[in-house]
């Protein structure tokens, strides 16, 4: 029995806790994908340096409130931080919008085009923020790191196998919860809400209703630079801030979106931790946990491991192939890719 509850702990140590907080971030993620494709029907692959921007910023004046001697004690300062992270990106995703993106729909340009246009813009945007704060890896190096320790966790059960519980895991949960139901009300319970969703459905009608197409787009813009930031946020203080990390999270964010079905927020949140569970899944070793459930004395001579950590990102190409082959609409018929 104390073995089966070693390897449990083993296996939510080191799979469930940080799929479900990576689940979280592509989640938060792919909901900004999926209102740029539901909305604004095009595929935005800026949206990846549209998180590492608000994040930048959410840095920048972290630093600030730091050399000010400014805390929030065991929780990060870069929560105070977000709101100025939040109007960096809005600011950015507006001006691009005016001077790129207006004169694509202006001219009712097929969505492959506003496509290419995106590509353009995320490496003007990467260049830029390469400028700013280099390339190189950095931290948010404040509050309290650990609710639960290994050590402490020992201590308590008697166990050989300790459970560590970062402050971030659960603020990205907490987080991403907050996120999310605020979203869902703003977009049910709201008249600008609900004119996204008019829109969204038949933009001939809609136009028809009344419904100011330039306020949804801005409307958009503005929720999608606020989801991007958080998002963002989120995975520089589970991980770092590494401006290049942001263009690679573009494809499993992209397959989370299009897995739970572009155009639905709802298969954008389940498709992030389909994508987050694979991928932590496939390349865990499960050495450990075999060895707890084998035999006594029994060790396996390899990792267990299915694929690499290297082939991380493969995982989700991987899936995302088979859903386009199989059930393109995804899980949730969102709209075909």
Request: charged residues 15%.
């Given at each position: 029995?104390?073995d089966?509850?070693n390897?449990l702990?083993?296996?939510?140590?080191?799979?469930?806790?940080?799929a479900?907080?990576?689940?979280?971030?592509?989640?938060?993620?792919a909901?900004?994908?999926?209102?740029?494709?539901?909305?604004?029907?095009f595929?935005n692959f800026?949206?990846?340096?549209?998180m590492?921007?608000?994040?930048?910023v959410?840095l920048?004046v972290?630093?600030?409130?730091?050399s000010?001697?400014?805390s929030?004690g065991?929780?990060?300062?870069?929560?105070?931080?977000?709101?100025?992270?939040?109007?960096?990106?809005?600011?950015?995703?507006l001006?691009?919008?005016?001077?790129?993106?207006?004169?694509?729909?202006?001219?009712?340009?097929a969505p492959?085009m506003?496509v290419i246009v995106?590509?353009?813009v995320?490496?003007?945007?990467n260049?830029?923020?390469?400028?700013?704060?280099?390339?190189?890896?950095r931290?948010?190096?404040d509050?309290?790191?650990?609710?639960?320790r290994?050590?402490?966790?020992?201590?308590m059960t008697?166990?050989?196998?300790?459970?560590?519980?970062?402050t971030?895991?659960?603020?990205?949960?907490?987080?991403a919860?907050?996120?999310?139901?605020?979203?869902?009300?703003?977009?049910?319970?709201?008249?600008?809400?609900?004119?996204?969703?008019?829109?969204s459905?038949n933009e001939d009608?809609?136009?028809l209703?009344?419904?100011n197409?330039?306020?949804?787009?801005?409307?958009?813009w503005?929720?999608?630079?606020?989801?991007a930031?958080?998002?963002?946020?989120?995975?520089g203080?589970?991980?770092s801030?590494?401006?290049f990390v942001?263009?690679?999270?573009l494809?499993?964010?992209?397959a989370?979106?299009i897995?739970?079905?572009l155009?639905s927020?709802?298969?954008?949140?389940?498709?992030?931790?389909?994508?987050?569970?694979?991928?932590?899944?496939?390349?865990?070793?499960?050495?450990k946990?075999?060895?707890?459930?084998?035999?006594?004395g029994?060790?396996?001579?390899?990792l267990?491991q299915?694929?690499s950590?290297?082939?991380?990102?493969?995982?989700?190409?991987?899936?995302?192939?088979?859903?386009?082959?199989?059930?393109?609409t995804?899980l949730f018929k969102?709209?075909s890719?």
């Open positions: 029995m104390v089966i509850l390897a702990v083993a296996f939510t140590n080191f799979v469930i806790i940080p479900s907080a990576y689940g979280a971030q592509l989640a938060i993620g909901l900004g994908v999926t209102l740029i494709y539901g909305i604004l029907r595929s800026a949206h990846g340096e549209t590492a921007f608000g994040t930048m959410v920048l972290t630093g600030l409130f730091q000010w001697g400014i929030l065991p929780l990060p300062t870069a929560l105070l931080a977000l709101p100025f992270g939040i109007l960096g990106a809005s600011a950015l995703v001006f691009t919008d005016r001077t790129v993106y207006k004169f694509y729909r202006r001219v009712k340009a492959v506003l995106s590509m353009g995320m490496f003007m945007m260049g830029i923020i390469r400028m700013i704060v280099g390339t190189d890896d931290r948010f190096a509050g309290e790191r650990f609710i639960i290994a050590r402490d966790f020992k201590e008697g166990l050989s196998e300790g459970l560590a519980l970062r971030t895991q659960v603020l990205t949960i907490v987080v919860i907050a996120t999310v139901a605020l979203l869902f009300w703003f977009l049910n319970k709201t008249r600008t809400g609900k004119s996204m969703r008019a829109y459905d009608l809609a136009l209703s009344g419904i197409p330039e306020r949804v787009v801005m409307i958009t503005l929720v999608v630079a606020a989801l930031t958080v998002a963002g946020t989120l995975y203080l589970d991980k801030f590494k401006p942001y263009m690679q999270l494809l499993p964010i992209f989370s979106a897995v739970g079905g155009g927020p709802i298969g954008a949140i389940a498709g992030g931790f389909v994508i987050a569970f694979s991928e932590v899944t496939i390349t865990y070793a499960f050495k946990v075999v060895t707890y459930l084998g035999p006594e029994w060790r396996p001579d390899g267990v299915l694929l950590t290297d082939y991380k990102f493969a995982v989700s190409f991987a899936i995302l192939i088979i859903v386009l082959l199989f059930k393109p995804g969102g709209k890719v």
